[in-house]
């Protein structure tokens, strides 16, 4: 029952990112990233077949945790 901000303070230590408002992942469980024409990125998780999308305000920080 925490809030986004909350529970990413949480994880800190961890290996978790942020991809967009609503959206925290674990960094071990991403398969590959690959680039869009918006300037977004697409990223593949491992045993999953949908794709998320990380939006360009936190591409960033999840690069620097990769």
Request: cysteine-free.
């Amino acid at each position: 029952k925490l809030k986004l901000y909350e529970l990413k303070e949480a994880l800190s230590g961890h290996p978790f990112a942020q991809i967009s408002k609503s959206t925290l992942v674990n960094i071990h469980f991403v398969k590959s990233i690959q680039a869009e024409f918006s300037g977004n990125y697409r990223i593949r998780l491992k045993n999953r077949p949908e794709s998320l999308t990380i939006s360009r305000k936190y591409y960033p920080e999840f690069r620097s945790k990769i």
